[in-house]
């Protein structure tokens, strides 16, 4: 064997295949739990995978809209240009993503790694972006020029800063890419690995016994076997529980119990999840942590819009920048958070009566919110509750008058 043969072997990672070299975010790095993390392995723990998972459904259930100031007051365009409606083109084509999955794609790279990355591939008729798509963070390499700027190269092919959208999570002053969340909780998510294999082994394995027989006397390996055989055929399975058991000869059947060390495993996978939520931003009881009493709130809109202030809003804001960067002058992506906010059913309606009486909301504003149509006169906003709408000229009760006027 060559020794380019045996460099390429050794450099080569069975978690992905043996005929590939892993690239820099597939290499493994040890950790001192003894297992190798890297971000796939990460997401080999339930913990991160639910964490990322979370954040990025969330993220790309959000409509986004852009919007404009008129009268001090931001308001949606009539007509919604491409890269907001269907950015990465999977509206038109089943060749490119949908909206949900690109958007997906670029939250599980920047949580992964802290980066987050797409190129321009399309722009509409005045030059402006019409369709991105999203990169793999292994094929981007970033760096600075003379001025501290910012310069991208994808597949080794440079690529101007105005054909880049780069989502970048928490950095250091001075940075030009973002921290990557598995680097720096490489040992946590090592400790949550270890914890699951030695789980699987404790109880795939056997790497425990249940219990032992003990005779007077030796027996030869052959009698050894016969006994374990039989006790074995007739205690074990499903059919045989509950059964009771009969020795002979002397023989003593001895149970082992688990020694609380081997049992600390199930404290230190429920204190991974803590952990990966402290590391994400989420909610305990959004990974099954619900054995103790959560501080974000006593109700699910308490906790929902807990989790909306304190984890989601960067996300929304780091989107909300990206997209923002490429539309016109003036226009402003936003994502509606309107369906993270909403409260049970009796609570909304007693908040659109509260907003209505106070002049906030008009009938059609509040029927949009539901998902109704609009209904003839539902848009005066003096419009008084359990009465006729202010545009009436005829009051309730009066007959109408004649035609020719009152003197007909």
């Not at 007509?79 to 038109?92: H, K, L, N, S, Y």
């Not at 690529?159 to 490489?186: C, E, F, K, N």
Request: aromatic content about 6%; some cysteine.
């Amino acid at each position: 064997m060559s020794l380019t043969r045996r460099a390429a072997e050794r450099r080569t990672v069975k978690e992905f295949g043996d005929s590939s070299i892993p690239t820099n975010g597939q290499l493994a790095h040890l950790t001192a739990s003894g297992v190798p993390v890297n971000d796939q392995t990460a997401m080999k723990l339930i913990a991160v995978y639910a964490s990322v998972r979370i954040l990025a459904n969330t993220l790309a259930g959000l409509p986004m809209r852009s919007m404009v100031m008129r009268d001090g007051v931001q308001v949606p365009l009539p007509q919604q240009p491409p890269i907001i409606v269907d950015p990465f083109g999977g509206a038109t084509s089943a060749a490119w993503p949908t909206r949900r999955d690109g958007a997906k794609q670029l939250v599980v790279s920047a949580a992964l790694r802290g980066n987050g990355y797409a190129i321009v591939t399309a722009r509409d008729w005045l030059f402006r972006p019409a369709r991105v798509a999203v990169c793999h963070p292994d094929t981007v390499k970033v760096d600075s020029d003379k001025e501290l700027g910012r310069t991208y190269k994808v597949n080794n092919v440079t690529v101007d800063t105005v054909d880049m959208v780069h989502l970048m999570g928490m950095s250091m002053p001075g940075a030009i890419t973002g921290m990557s969340p598995i680097a720096y909780a490489r040992q946590a998510i090592g400790l949550g690995l270890a914890a699951e294999q030695f789980g699987a082994g404790f109880f795939g394995d056997g790497a425990h016994l249940t219990g032992v027989i003990t005779v007077e006397g030796d027996l030869t390996v052959g009698q050894a076997r016969e006994m374990k055989a039989a006790w074995e055929a007739s205690h074990s399975g499903l059919k045989n529980a509950h059964a009771a058991g009969i020795l002979s000869g002397g023989a003593k059947w001895t149970p082992i119990t688990v020694p609380p060390e081997d049992a600390q495993f199930l404290g230190t996978r429920a204190a991974a999840n803590l952990d990966m939520a402290m590391l994400y931003g989420i909610p305990p009881h959004m990974l099954g942590q619900v054995d103790r009493t959560t501080s974000w709130g006593t109700g699910i809109e308490q906790q929902s819009i807990g989790f909306l202030a304190y984890t989601m809003d960067d996300w929304l804001q780091m989107f909300e920048d990206a997209w923002t960067g490429m539309l016109p002058r003036g226009q402003t992506a936003v994502l509606d958070t309107t369906r993270l906010q909403r409260t049970d059913t009796a609570g909304r309606y007693a908040s659109y009566v509260q907003a209505r009486t106070a002049g906030l909301l008009t009938q059609n504003e509040a029927r949009a919110r539901e998902n109704l149509p609009p209904v003839d006169g539902g848009d005066d906003i003096n419009a008084p509750l359990n009465s006729a709408h202010a545009g009436d000229t005829e009051l309730p009760g009066e007959p109408p008058e004649p035609e020719g006027g009152p003197d007909a």
